[in-house]
């Protein structure tokens, strides 16, 4: 038995396996047929907000191109009214 | 061609209460005064700022939604920047979607406060769904 484990760990290190599938992003505003960005909900937009308070990309957050800028729109409105900060540590 | 536009400003926390209330009420009679139509109004309180604004780290909020014809934000505008108590402002003309969000907004508001509304809506929620 312990024989058999070593030999499949053999075969694994020889045939290095596939990455993971990862998980397909999807852009959250088209999943849930929002039409509105609201920079008046500065904590929806904080999904969207890195710790120093910066716009995530869309490579990260997965929002389509035509979301991403209204998301950007809108923190950038949270911002002037002091709803979300400009620069800040630790946000959240 | 009335088109809906939404105005958030704050105002120095120095204020007291019927101070403030005197702002506000000068900015509803001033979108009226020039053929306007408030739709909404809604007071988010003293609020602390998420930076420092003039060296007040705290402000009175308030929300107007109004419909107003398109020159008027000009003059609204130069109203908040002569007004010392206005520390900030935000002038937002709604699309269809804004227009749309903000009732919903409302109406979900509306519904907290009573309970009552809300079970209504909840069930309406449900039927929608179950027909799905």
């Given at each position: ?92 | ?34 053929k306007g139509e408030v739709v909404y109004e809604e007071d988010w309180g003293l609020k ?85």
């Amino acid at each position: 038995m312990a024989n058999k484990v070593e030999v499949n760990a053999d075969i694994r290190y020889l045939n290095p396996v596939t990455v993971e599938v990862k998980k397909k992003k999807y852009c959250r505003f088209k999943k849930a047929g929002i039409k509105y960005v609201d920079y008046k909900d500065a904590e929806f937009l904080k999904r969207f907000l890195n710790e120093q308070g910066k716009i995530l990309p869309r490579r990260l957050t997965g929002t389509s191109l035509k979301f991403q800028k209204k998301v950007a729109q809108a923190v950038k409105r949270a911002r002037h009214l002091a709803l979300l900060p400009y620069v800040t540590d630790l946000l959240k | 061609m009335l088109k809906s536009y939404e105005t958030v400003f704050i105002a120095t926390p120095v204020l007291s209460e019927p101070q403030m209330k005197e702002t506000v009420s000068k900015y509803v009679s001033l979108i009226e005064e020039n053929k306007g139509e408030v739709v909404y109004e809604e007071d988010w309180g003293l609020k602390k700022l998420a930076y420092p604004i003039q060296k007040k780290t705290s402000g009175f909020y308030h929300l107007i939604e109004f419909k107003a014809e398109p020159a008027f934000v000009e003059t609204l505008e130069t109203q908040y920047r002569r007004d010392e108590r206005i520390i900030r402002f935000l002038t937002f003309a709604m699309d269809k979607y804004a227009v749309a969000y903000a009732e919903r907004r409302r109406a979900n508001r509306a519904a907290k406060k009573n309970e009552t509304q809300k079970a209504e809506k909840f069930a309406a929620k449900e039927e929608t769904a179950n027909k799905e």
